[in-house]
């Protein structure tokens, strides 16, 4: 028989501590009969096939409680493995420790024990063998913010994702604040988490891994570098008032939007808003102040404004003003002016009156009077202005009276009205103008006595021509020749155009006799008459004093008297 070649042994009697880690080194595999030993059982800590750089993982070979193991023997792709690093756990189990593993430590792993007889050792059959595998982490990913604000609102979502390696495939990703604790639900298949920054605390920084599965172990990436998410408030809201201020609006006016803001605030710009949130078109200024015109019918509507400030790069709006409403309204309608007399001329002395009319009905309504283009004040010049009511509890028809006209009324006179809505007077377009023209006649009592004795002239002399022309037919009648007046005198003159004298010349020889025209067909005869006849007759027809000698009487027909000569 051969003898038997005894190699060195593991003794199972700890080494000294004062010996150092020895290195693993891969000793040849020892030749020992095989003997009739129970299997023994290798195990690993923590139960991973697959570990990570850097990591560090216990074997433990654990003999049967019944087999007296006099050592363990521990290889790694059925080569010995020696080490001073085995700890014992009890009598019968053995422990290899390996710290820090690397990637020349992969492999499958299995142990043995051996007995010791008097000439011999036996050994056991080897363990079931287990495969380690040494990995390095996969490479980190890229954190990124979506929107990619550098601050953001309170209030306003944002997106983190977190996107891996284009070759590595991931099975999920993790989501940790700045102390690196993982947040709650912050797993994700898609590498994406929706944050609402209405909390303070969301103001930090962030960062994620993504994971692979390798041999039923998740193998998690490095972290991402920290992304930080600032938040900030809003600015108070600024305060929106219109100039002018205004109840409501003619169409075609101009009303100023001015947005003010608080005055610790420093506003970089301002913005308006329609009613529906919409931003007016090219509504941003730098002054705080927007033009409207209100003749476009969309500018009836409530605006709002706001102002930014610029915090790290990025405009911080404030929160939008109250609402402002903007009120248009049409002007009333054109009123319609009329004068009395309708001639528009007025003597000195006369009334004139003038009316505006305005269209429909207004719950309060006020009139103005103009005269060329300057209003005219009650109790100016003698004017008097007074609303007629028609009783439909609305105003519609005033009137403005002048008792007396002087010629200083001349002239363009027109008229406006207003109405009140929502406590603004709204004028009216003004009326088209009425031309008066005053002339400088005598007064009104004066000239209504002048009309009078006019008239009346003129009827006399109408009168005296009827008279006349009637005496002038007469006339050419033969008349009868009438019997003298006893004790009268008849004396006959003709008329000449030299007043006082006689046809021949000479003085008239009565007193008080009417001279004829020379070569007139009209006689004029004089009745002399005794002075006790004339007072008679002067008593009877009540004669003036200067009519006490003669008394001449009318139609009186007188035929001519030849006297003889003596």
């Known amino acids: 028989m051969e003898p038997t070649h005894l190699l060195p042994l593991l003794e199972l009697s700890p080494p000294p501590s004062s010996s150092p880690p020895a290195s693993l080194q891969m000793l040849p595999r020892p030749v020992f009969p095989a003997g009739r030993l129970s299997v023994p059982k290798l195990t690993v800590s923590p139960p991973h096939r697959v570990f990570l750089r850097g990591e560090s993982m216990t074997l433990t070979c654990s003999a049967p409680r019944t087999a007296k193991a006099s050592g363990i023997r521990f290889l790694r792709d059925s080569q010995l493995i020696n080490s001073g690093e085995l700890k014992w756990t009890d009598n019968n189990a053995r422990s290899l420790q390996l710290l820090r593993v690397s990637q020349s430590q992969a492999g499958t792993y299995s142990c043995e024990y051996w007995t010791r007889g008097f000439w011999q050792e036996s050994s056991s059959e080897r363990s079931q063998p287990i495969s380690i595998a040494v990995t390095a982490r996969p490479p980190p990913p890229s954190l990124s913010l979506d929107p990619p604000h550098p601050i953001y609102i309170r209030g306003e979502q944002v997106t983190l994702r977190c996107s891996g390696q284009l070759n590595e495939e991931a099975a999920g990703y993790r989501l940790f604040n700045q102390r690196g604790e993982k947040i709650s639900s912050g797993v994700s298949s898609q590498g994406t988490w929706q944050i609402n ?23 998690p990436s490095e972290k991402s570098p920290p992304v930080p998410v600032l938040v900030t408030a809003h600015a108070p809201p600024p305060r929106l008032s219109l100039d002018p201020p205004h109840p409501i609006y003619i169409r075609g006016e101009q009303v100023t939007l001015r947005c003010s803001g608080q005055l610790n605030e420093k506003a970089a710009g301002y913005r308006f808003f329609n009613q529906s949130g919409e931003q007016i078109s090219s509504g941003e200024s730098s002054q705080g102040t927007w033009q409207i015109n209100t003749s476009d019918a ?16 990025r405009e911080i709006p404030s929160e939008k003003s109250p609402p402002v409403p903007v009120s248009v309204t049409d002007p009333p309608s054109q009123p319609e002016l009329s004068v009395d007399p309708p001639s528009g001329a007025v003597s000195k002395g006369f009334p004139l009156n003038i009316t505006c009319t305005a269209p429909g009905d207004a719950r309060e309504r006020r009139f103005h009077f103009y005269k060329d283009g300057i209003e005219l004040i009650p109790g100016d010049l003698g004017f008097e202005i007074s609303t007629v009511e028609p009783g439909t509890g609305s105003v519609n028809v005033s009137l403005l009276s002048i008792p007396r006209a002087s010629p200083n009324i001349t002239g363009d006179y027109t008229c406006g009205h207003e109405e009140n809505v929502n406590g603004r007077w709204i004028p009216s377009p003004r009326s088209s103008a009425v031309n008066v023209t005053g002339n400088a006649m005598m007064s009104g009592s004066l000239s209504a006595r002048d009309i009078l004795l006019g008239t009346g002239g003129v009827l006399l002399l109408i009168a005296a021509l009827a008279a006349l022309l009637f005496y002038c037919c007469r006339k050419k009648r033969v008349p009868k020749t009438p019997k003298c007046t006893e004790g009268s005198e008849l004396a006959q003159y003709t008329r000449n155009l030299d007043p006082g004298h006689d ?3 000479s003085k008239a020889a ?3 006799a009417e001279q004829m025209e020379q070569d007139s067909e009209v006689t004029y005869a004089l009745l002399v008459l005794p002075t006790s006849q004339a007072h008679t007759t002067q008593s009877k027809n009540k004669a003036k004093p200067a009519e006490d000698e003669h008394v001449l009487y009318s139609e009186v027909v007188t035929s001519r008297i030849r006297r003889k000569a003596k």
Not at 197 to 213: E, G, H, I, N, P
């Open 298 to 313: 969309a500018a009836s509507q409530a605006y709002t404004c706001l102002y930014w400030r610029v915090e790290r790069g």
């Open 503 to 505: 046809s021949k010349g």
């Open 510 to 512: 009565g007193a008080g």
């Open 197 to 219: 920054m209405s909390d303070a605390a969301t103001s930090q920084a962030y960062s994620c891994l993504y994971w692979r599965v390798e041999r039923g172990r998740e193998i």
